[in-house]
């Protein structure tokens, strides 16, 4: 039996990291804030961005949370031979990064924060992708049916391009979805927010 201690908050708009939370069959609530602003000095290194920015999103959690509760936040960064890849702004970015992508391997960087309002836990997870040479008419159809516009790097793993274009992936699979739920599960353990009887 699994014996929650605190109320889990996750602050996210994502579906993914929603549907992720779910399978753990832990209870939580979504929360939202609108306007945060995601900047990040242009110093940090590149595995350091999401730590930063899942960071950032707690503080701007902190005046909303009550003393029972636990917020979950998250970032997650697509990076390939030195750049950073966000979320696509237009169909034409979404094609230049799937292009870098092509034949290549990248890492998938996702940055987990747990923060009451006494204590904060944060860590990393690395995986490495890797996608076959997709020519043009691949990725315009891609974009073209699945719209990845809401997703770092311009792609979603369960998605068509995934299982049509991904060769080989070292590391956890649902990092790349949107959350790394194993290491999560373990971290929420250590936090003491979990205990199994």
Same mark, same amino acid.
């Not at 995601?38 to 290194?45: G, S, V």
């Not at 999103?57 to 030195?82: F, M, N, Q, R, S």
């Not at 274009?165 to 290491?183: D, K, M, Q, W």
């Given at each position: 039996?699994?014996?929650?201690?605190?109320?889990?908050?996750? %602050?996210?708009?994502?579906?993914?990291?929603?549907?992720?939370?779910?399978?753990?069959?832990?209870?939580?609530?979504?929360?939202?804030?609108?306007?945060?602003?995601?900047?990040?000095?242009?110093?940090? %290194?590149? =595995?350091?961005?999401?730590?930063?920015?899942s960071?950032?999103?707690?503080?701007?959690?902190?005046?909303?949370?009550? =003393?029972?509760?636990?917020?979950?936040? *998250?970032?997650?960064?697509?990076?390939?031979?030195?750049?950073?890849?966000?979320?696509?702004?237009?169909?034409?970015?979404?094609?230049?990064?799937?292009?870098?992508?092509?034949?290549?391997?990248?890492?998938?960087?996702? *940055?987990?924060?747990?923060?009451?309002?006494?204590?904060?836990r944060?860590?990393?997870?690395?995986?490495?992708?890797?996608? *076959?040479?997709?020519?043009? +008419?691949?990725? =315009?159809?891609?974009?073209?049916?699945?719209?990845?516009?809401?997703?770092?790097?311009?792609?979603?793993?369960?998605?068509?391009?995934?299982? %049509?274009?991904?060769?080989?992936?070292e590391?956890?699979?649902?990092?790349?979805?949107?959350?790394?739920? %194993?290491?999560?599960?373990? +971290?929420?353990?250590?936090?003491?927010?979990?205990?199994?009887?």
């Amino acid at each position: 039996m699994q014996t929650l201690h605190y109320r889990l908050i996750l %602050a996210s708009n994502s579906p993914r990291r929603k549907q992720l939370l779910q399978e753990l069959d832990l209870p939580f609530t979504v929360r939202t804030l609108q306007g945060i602003d995601e900047q990040y000095p242009a110093t940090l %290194a590149v =595995d350091e961005i999401p730590l930063f920015l899942s960071k950032l999103k707690a503080h701007a959690y902190l005046p909303t949370l009550a =003393d029972d509760e636990l917020l979950i936040t *998250a970032d997650t960064i697509v990076a390939c031979e030195g750049n950073v890849l966000g979320k696509p702004v237009d169909a034409a970015d979404a094609h230049r990064m799937l292009t870098l992508l092509s034949g290549r391997s990248h890492d998938v960087v996702t *940055a987990v924060a747990l923060t009451t309002t006494e204590q904060q836990r944060a860590f990393t997870v690395t995986t490495k992708v890797t996608f *076959a040479q997709l020519c043009r +008419e691949e990725i =315009d159809y891609y974009i073209d049916h699945y719209k990845p516009f809401d997703k770092a790097g311009a792609y979603g793993i369960q998605e068509w391009i995934g299982h %049509a274009g991904i060769t080989h992936i070292e590391g956890s699979y649902f990092n790349v979805v949107g959350l790394p739920v %194993a290491r999560l599960y373990e +971290e929420l353990k250590l936090f003491g927010a979990i205990t199994i009887s």
